[in-house]
């Protein structure tokens, strides 16, 4: 079977699947071709897919948006448990390399309130 069959039998098989397993299909393939995102996962059934930091709800955008008003990565590691310090440095990056993803998200959260 030729590339471009394989790839049309799999978008049509796909095409089929619900939420829950397109997402499985979706971190499958993130984990096969690696991700630049160090320590940053999106997950279309988590926080509707904003990038979140490793496996938690905790977004991206709400990091850089809370460092934006001046709160500090000690009160946000004090007010975020689960979080350590390369989780913020890793946000950081992320937000830095993912500019107006993040940019958008914190417009939408500001419209939101």
């Known amino acids: 079977m030729g590339s471009m069959d394989a790839l049309t039998k799999a978008e049509s098989i796909i095409g089929g699947l619900s939420r829950r397993d397109k997402s499985r299909i979706y971190r499958m393939l993130e984990k096969e071709l690696g991700s630049n995102n160090k320590g940053i996962s999106k997950d279309p059934l988590v926080m509707g897919g904003a990038a979140c930091i490793r496996d938690t709800r905790i977004p991206v955008w ?27 440095t890793n946000a950081w990056n992320y937000a830095r390399a993912h500019r107006k993803e993040i940019e958008k998200a914190v417009l939408a959260n500001e419209a939101d309130a």
């Open 62 to 88: 709400m990091l850089v948006q809370a460092k934006d008003f001046g709160v500090s990565e000690a009160e946000l590691l004090r007010n975020y448990p689960a979080l350590s310090a390369t989780d913020l």
